[in-house]
Nanobody, 113 residues
C-alpha cells in the first residue's frame, strides 16, 4: 500500500536550516502533484509549498524566499529545504499527494533558542 514517511525534523535555532525528506513507497511521486503542509495545535493545517507538474512551485507567503520544495525522481523522494527559520515555523510538517488521501505521519520541527 502507499506510504509516505517524513524525516529530518528536529530542534533548530532561529536563523538555522533544516531539510525535510519524504520517502514514498508504492507510488511514483514524479507522476503526481505533491506538497508540504504544516500544523500547530492552535491552527488548521496549512499549505506550505506545492509542486505541480508543468508549473513553478507555489509557496505560502510567509515562507517565500526561505523554503524550497524539490523532488528527487530517481529516489522517489520529496524535499523541503528550510532556511532562515523562525519560531513561527514551529509545527508538525506533513508531505501529501495532492488530490489523494495519502499523507505521511508528520515530522516535528521546533525553532527555538
Amino acid at each position: 500500500q502507499v506510504q509516505l514517511v517524513e524525516s529530518g525534523g528536529g530542534l533548530v535555532q532561529p536563523g538555522g536550516s533544516l531539510r525535510l525528506s519524504c520517502a514514498a513507497s508504492a507510488i511514483h511521486l514524479e507522476f503526481y502533484d505533491v506538497a508540504w503542509y504544516r500544523q500547530t495545535p492552535d491552527k488548521q493545517r496549512e499549505l506550505v509549498a506545492s509542486l505541480r507538474r508543468l508549473r513553478s512551485p507555489d509557496y505560502l507567503e510567509a515562507v517565500k524566499g526561505r523554503f524550497t520544495i524539490a523532488r528527487d525522481n530517481a529516489n522517489n523522494k520529496l524535499y523541503l529545504q528550510m532556511t532562515d527559520m523562525r519560531p513561527e515555523d514551529t509545527a508538525v510538517y506533513y508531505c501529501h499527494v495532492l488530490g489523494s488521501e495519502y499523507w505521511g505521519p508528520g515530522t516535528q520541527v521546533t525553532v527555538s533558542s
